[in-house]
């Protein structure tokens, strides 16, 4: 197998019949069949094929995917058309009606929603457990629990799980464990080296890199891949040629990126510790992140995801100097998403105000003062003189 940077250029390339060095978009939804009726049953029905109708597959989708099941070190991967269709279609895949599930209190607020409102309505039983805690996940297993769905770091608070406890948790009673890998990236992380069986990703954030934009991905066992690869056929958000052709692209430069994020993170991390306006910085890769040294252990980088409370008596003040920031940043861009070459600050507390009841959102930590910053590749000298020059207007 090739090293990593290596793969991120070259894996998949088979799936590129033609000449051209860059793969071409495939942007047709049909393929003409071969002469012999046997051979267009095959394509018919064979797992992902590549050239038979779009949402069975795409040479670029075939490409990419192997790109990402490389990174994670599994047999197979599937992309879908956003992070949300990866992750629904990967949990119709491993449980059913009766099946007992066991996820976070942390997790990007869409899985909550997936978990509160659609899982349990279809039958599937839902246990909650604080992911720092590993007792709770051991404590929460019932007969029937057919999936541990973790994700780490979580999102917004960047929590981290114990992932070698998990993957040896779900090895010894059976269980199927799943991971989402968004915020680390397979570059900072790998969950199957501790024995996690699926990992799941919104290839929207670092995998594609640019914030131009929306897929996700499914890593796993070849018979797993293949089980949610059937689920996908009826739910059917399939990957968009181009999409998919942009990932590829996006991809290539990931090693590069996310070492230059980290380096940038960690930087503005440190400097921010020492603002008086920020009474608190959440970084994994502090020392003063409760949880340092697991995630020493399990993580490569400590990505460029950060949250930093804006510092105030009680929570108007905090709000307002919080407003003020978001205001005056002029290098950070006030919106959603992440894992993209530009920095992003966005403020967690009004993003979820509809999605998450306040009890949720303090069962979570988001507290009114916080930000959330996804630090991009821009030069870290810009990206703190930007946050000094807001600070002086406050
Ligand atoms: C964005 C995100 C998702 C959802 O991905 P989409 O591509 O927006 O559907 C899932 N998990 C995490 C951690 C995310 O950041």
Request: aromatic share 8%.
């Amino acid at each position: 197998m090739s090293k990593l940077e290596t793969s991120l250029i070259h894996e998949g390339e088979q799936f590129n019949t033609t000449n051209s060095v860059v793969a071409p978009i495939y942007q047709t939804s049909t393929y003409f069949a071969d002469e012999d009726i046997a051979s267009f049953a095959h394509a018919a029905t064979a797992p992902k094929y590549p050239e038979f109708y779009h949402r069975h597959g795409n040479p670029t989708n075939s490409q990419v995917a192997a790109v990402i099941a490389r990174l994670e070190k599994t047999e197979d991967a599937l992309v879908l058309a956003t992070g949300m269709a990866a992750i629904s279609t990967a949990m119709l895949a491993a449980v059913q009606a009766g099946d007992h599930v066991i996820i976070q209190y942390a997790h990007y607020s869409a899985v909550l929603m997936f978990a509160r409102e659609f899982l349990q309505q279809y039958g599937v039983e839902v246990s909650h457990v604080d992911q720092t805690d590993n007792a709770a996940f051991e404590k929460a297993i019932r007969p029937n629990t057919k999936l541990i769905y973790i994700e780490t770091p979580s999102n917004p608070n960047l929590d981290i799980t114990d992932l070698e406890f998990i993957g040896k948790l779900g090895r010894d009673k059976g269980i199927m464990t799943m991971i989402d890998n968004t915020f680390a990236s397979p570059i900072n992380q790998t969950p199957t080296d501790y024995g996690i069986d699926v990992v799941v990703h919104s290839a929207t954030k670092y995998l594609g890199g640019h914030s131009d934009l929306t897929a996700g991905a499914i890593c796993g066992t070849k018979d797993f891949v293949e089980k949610a690869w059937r689920r996908s056929l009826v739910l059917g958000a399939s990957l968009s040629p181009f999409d998919s052709w942009l990932l590829l692209r996006g991809l290539k430069t990931l090693a590069l990126r996310v070492r230059q994020i980290n380096e940038n993170a960690l930087t503005l991390a440190q400097w921010l510790t020492k603002q008086p306006l920020i009474q608190k910085v959440n970084y994994v890769g502090l020392p003063s992140h409760p949880q340092h040294e697991l995630a020493k252990k399990q993580m490569h980088g400590f990505t460029g995801m950060l949250c930093i409370e804006v510092a105030g008596d009680n929570d108007a003040v905090q709000f307002e100097r919080a407003q003020h920031i978001l205001n005056n940043l002029n290098v950070f861009s006030n919106a959603v998403s992440l894992g993209g070459v530009e920095s992003l600050i966005a403020h967690p507390a009004s993003m979820w105000g509809a999605s998450q009841t306040e009890e949720q959102r303090k069962k979570s930590d988001i507290t009114t003062g916080l930000l959330r910053i996804s630090v991009g590749i821009e030069h870290i000298d810009d990206l703190i003189a930007d946050f000094e020059q807001a600070f002086k207007k406050i």
